[in-house]
């Protein structure tokens, strides 16, 4: 297991909003665009774009670019690998 990713996966959990972010994806498992999920979760479209931001370089979301939407979705394989492995490859 990669030490340094896995303090940035788990620095990018320890914020609340970044947790209910999770959260939400995983019961939504399809794309969904930046611009929802701030309005659910009521935050600004700046702090939306940090806590993204952190997600993706965490690599526990992946995004996709179309037009002047951003659709973002879970890395499920990021979270099995890192967190629900965690104990196992320490």
Do not use: W
Not at 67 to 87: H, Q, S
Request: glycine share 4%; aromatic share 8%; proline share 2%.
């Amino acid at each position: 297991m990669d030490k340094d990713k896995s303090i940035t996966i788990f620095k990018a959990l320890s914020d609340p909003i970044r947790i209910d972010i999770v959260k939400y994806l995983k019961e939504n498992p399809q794309e969904i665009t930046c611009g929802e999920i701030g309005k659910i979760m009521n935050i600004s479209k700046t702090s939306g774009s940090y806590h993204f931001k952190i997600l993706e370089a965490a690599n526990l979301i992946t995004t996709r670019k179309e037009a002047r939407e951003k659709y973002i979705k879970l890395n499920k394989e990021t979270i099995e690998k890192y967190i629900t492995n965690f104990f196992q490859n320490l």
